[in-house]
C-alpha cells in the first residue's frame, strides 16, 4: 500500500506542474447582448504567422508563463461571431474573418506592484459570394490592462473584450455601408435607355422619323467593287453601374449607327437607296431583339456582367448572320421580287413581329 500511495503523489505532482506550464484563455460568447444583423457570420481563418502562443503573463511567483487561447482558434472565433449576433430571417450576405495578429505583452511595475498589459487583435472582414471573398474592413484594436497577481483572468477578460469590440465596430461599418457598397448589394435592376442623337457628318443615328438620303454616303466608291453601294452600320451597347438604395442599377445606353465615311454609292436611285436602308433597319431589328432578350433574363447580381457580355455577342453574330441572309434573299439587290419579300419581312420585324426573321436564322426556308 505504501508503494502505491508514493506513486499517486508523484504523478499528481507532474499533472500540476505540465498544467503550469501555460495560461489557457477561452473565447465566451453571450457575455453581451447579440447585435442585430443582417449578414451572418461563415467562417474563421488563422493566418497568424505564429500560431503557438498570443504572447506571456506572470504567474504570482513572478515567472512568466506563455498564453494560448484554449481549443483551435479558428472554431473558438467562428463561434464566438456567430453566436454574438442575431441575423434577421432576410439576411444573406455571408461573412469571412480573417485572424492576422494576436499579441499580448505584460511588464511589472515595481511603483504599482501590479501588472500592466497590452492586448492586440488584427483581423480583416471579407464577404463570401460566387467569386473569391471580397475584401471590406479591417480591424486594428489594443486594451490596456493592470491586474494583481492573483488576477489572471482579467486577461481572459481583455480578450473576450477585444473580441466583441471588433465585432461592434464592423457592425457599425457595415450599417454606414449597407446602401452604397457594391460589394454588399442585395438586388440588381437594368435600365435601357436609348437617348435621342444628333446625327453629325461622321456617324448618322438611326431614327424612324429620320430615313438615309444618298448624301449620307460621303466615302469614295470603290472602282474594283462589283457592287453599286456599300453601307457600314452597326451598334454599341455601353452603360455604368451605380448603388441606388442598397441595389446595384447597370445603366444600359444602345445606339444604332452607321458610319458615312466608310459608306459609299456610284449611281444612286430610288431603289438603291431602299436596299441600303434595309441593311440599316436589319440593324435595328436585331438592336431591338437584343434589348427584348436583357428585360426577359434572368440577371443575376454576380455574373450580370457576363451575362449581358455574353448577350451582346449573341446579338452581334445574329446581326452578321441576318445581314449575309438578306443580301443572299435577294442576291445583292438585283432579285426584285426578292428584294419586295424581304422588304416585307424587315417591315414586320419593325413592328415587333420575329416569327420571319427567327424562321430564317433558324435555317427554315421560305
Known amino acids: 500500500m505504501r508503494t502505491l500511495l508514493v506513486f499517486f503523489f508523484c504523478i499528481s505532482f507532474l499533472a500540476q506542474e505540465v498544467a503550469a506550464q501555460r495560461v489557457l484563455l477561452r473565447l465566451i460568447p453571450g457575455q453581451k447582448a447579440a447585435l442585430e444583423t443582417e449578414y451572418r457570420y461563415k467562417e474563421v481563418f488563422d493566418h497568424r504567422i505564429k500560431k503557438s502562443s498570443i504572447g506571456e503573463v506572470f504567474e504570482r511567483a513572478g515567472h512568466k508563463l506563455p498564453v494560448v487561447i484554449d481549443g483551435d482558434l479558428e472554431q473558438s472565433a467562428a463561434r464566438f461571431f456567430e453566436e454574438s449576433i442575431q441575423p434577421k430571417d432576410s439576411a444573406e450576405k455571408e461573412i469571412q474573418v480573417r485572424i492576422y495578429n494576436i499579441d499580448l505583452s505584460e511588464v511589472f511595475n515595481p511603483e504599482t506592484k501590479l501588472y500592466e498589459g497590452q492586448l492586440e487583435l488584427e483581423i480583416g472582414f471579407f464577404v ?53 457598397n457594391r460589394a454588399l448589394a442585395k438586388s440588381f435592376r437594368l435600365d435601357i435607355v436609348e437617348p435621342d442623337r444628333v446625327s453629325k457628318v461622321d456617324k448618322v443615328y438611326y431614327d424612324p422619323d429620320r430615313p438615309l438620303v444618298w448624301n449620307d454616303f460621303k466615302a469614295r466608291p470603290n472602282p474594283g467593287s462589283k457592287n453599286n453601294a456599300t453601307i457600314f452600320t452597326s451598334f454599341s451597347l455601353g452603360g455604368v453601374s451605380l448603388m441606388d438604395s442598397g441595389s446595384v442599377v447597370q445603366t444600359l445606353e444602345i445606339n444604332v449607327y452607321m458610319l458615312p465615311m466608310q459608306s459609299w454609292v456610284k449611281e444612286p436611285s430610288a431603289y438603291g437607296l431602299n436596299h441600303e436602308q434595309r441593311h440599316f433597319d436589319v440593324v435595328r431589328i436585331v438592336a431591338d431583339r437584343l434589348i427584348h432578350r436583357l428585360e426577359n433574363m434572368d440577371l443575376s447580381l454576380d455574373f450580370y456582367q457576363a451575362q449581358i457580355n455574353e448577350a451582346y ?9 441576318l445581314q449575309e441572309l438578306y443580301e443572299q434573299g435577294v442576291n445583292h439587290g438585283l432579285d426584285l421580287e426578292g428584294q419586295a419579300q424581304w422588304n416585307q419581312w424587315i417591315d414586320e420585324a419593325l413592328a415587333g413581329d420575329w416569327k420571319r426573321i427567327e424562321g430564317l436564322l433558324a435555317g427554315v426556308k421560305r
Do not use: T
Open 128 to 180: 463570401v459570394g460566387s467569386f473569391d471573398p471580397v475584401h471590406l474592413l479591417d480591424y486594428s484594436g489594443a486594451i490596456q490592462y493592470q491586474r494583481s497577481g492573483f488576477r489572471m483572468n482579467r486577461v481572459e477578460e481583455v480578450l473576450n473584450r477585444l473580441f466583441y469590440n471588433s465585432l461592434v465596430y464592423f457592425d457599425a461599418w457595415i450599417k454606414g455601408q449597407a446602401l452604397s
Open 313 to 321: 455577342l449573341d446579338a452581334y453574330r445574329e446581326m452578321n448572320r
